[in-house]
């Protein structure tokens, strides 16, 4: 079955850094686009990045702009979110989406503080 496996998350400092995993199974991950996005506490979920199926392609959000960066890693079916200069509006539980594919996973929870 279908499977988005985040992982990577944890607490920092502010002005630190941390890097988030997305391993998929289930289904065709090199003909999937893949995004991630992040709900904070009391918030509505909120797109953070964007990757083409080929990895040619990136868009970000402006809050992250110039800090994450988003990867992928088609033979090893796994997706990247690299998160430097955290602060602690990055506060938030980060899922990866596959484009065509109507599955959300448990996420990664990412606490940025001092």
């Known amino acids: 079955q279908v499977q988005l496996v985040e992982s990577g998350g944890g607490l920092v400092q502010p002005g630190g850094s941390l890097r988030l995993s997305c391993v998929a199974s289930?289904?065709?991950?090199?003909?999937?686009?893949m995004n991630w996005y992040r709900r904070a506490p009391g918030e509505e979920r909120e797109w953070v990045a964007f990757i083409s199926s080929t990895g040619s392609t990136t868009n970000y959000a402006d809050s992250v702009k110039g800090r994450f960066t988003i990867s992928r890693d088609n033979a090893k079916n796994t997706a990247f979110l690299e998160m430097n200069n955290l602060k602690p509006d990055d506060t938030a539980v980060y899922y990866c989406?596959?484009?065509?594919?109507?599955?959300w996973g448990q996420g990664t929870q990412v606490t940025v503080s001092s």
């Open positions: 989406k596959a484009s065509f594919v109507s599955y």
């Open positions: 289930g289904f065709t991950f090199g003909g999937n686009h």
